[in-house]
Every structure is written in C-alpha cells, then in structure tokens.
C-alpha cells in the first residue's frame, strides 16, 4: 500500500528554517522521482522541488531557490526539504508527492509570522 506521511510543519518567525519529513511506504524512493508542493488560500498548489530518482539532480521553484533544499535518505526511505530564512509568502500547505502513482501526501501545515 503506497503511503506518504508528511510532518514537521508548525509556526515559526520571519528568518527561520524548517525541515519536512516525508516517509514513504509501499515503494521504494530512491527508484522514483519525487517532489514537494505547496498550496496556500486561494491560491492553486505549486511545485516547490524536485529530486531525480538518481539523486543527482534537483529542481526549484524561483521563489524559493537558495534557501530550500530537498533531499533524501534511502536507508529511511525518507524525503526532506529544508527551509530556511522562511518568508510570509511561504506560509501554505507543503504535500509531498509521488507523481509516477500521483499519489499525495496528507499535507502539514507552515505557517510564517511574527
């Protein structure tokens, strides 16, 4: 059964940093490409990162590029994406996503304030 279970979301002030996990379960991660949307109100979801199956090579949304990095840990079957100097505009949801399956993660929740 594929399973994509998102976490490390919460609150935090302009400037700092987060990082997402995703564990994936009923396939493998390092055999597939996979990525990290975003969708905030109002707002349709966008493709934040990309990583290759091979793990050599990552793409990034303009808005964020230089300050996210995704990445993986096949010994966990896990992906991550790392924040850091967080905007307001990032606030949204974060879906990880596994598009060979088009299959979603549950989301969690960034939220960037003062």
């Known amino acids: 059964q594929v399973q994509l279970v998102e976490s490390g979301g919460g609150l935090v002030q302009p400037g700092g940093s987060l990082r997402l996990s995703c564990a994936a379960s009923g396939f493998i991660v390092s055999s597939n490409r996979m990525t990290w949307y975003r969708q905030a109100p109002g707002k349709e979801r966008e493709l934040v990162a990309s990583?290759?199956?091979?793990?050599?090579?990552?793409t990034y949304a303009d808005s964020v590029k230089g300050r996210f990095t995704i990445s993986r840990e096949d010994a966990k079957n896990t992906v991550y994406l790392q924040m850091n100097r967080l905007k307001p505009e990032d606030t949204a949801v974060y879906y990880c996503?596994?598009?060979?399956?088009?299959?979603w993660g549950q989301g969690t929740q960034v939220t960037v304030s003062s």
């Open positions: 996503h596994f598009p060979s399956r088009m299959y």
């Open positions: 990583i290759s199956p091979s793990g050599s090579s990552t």
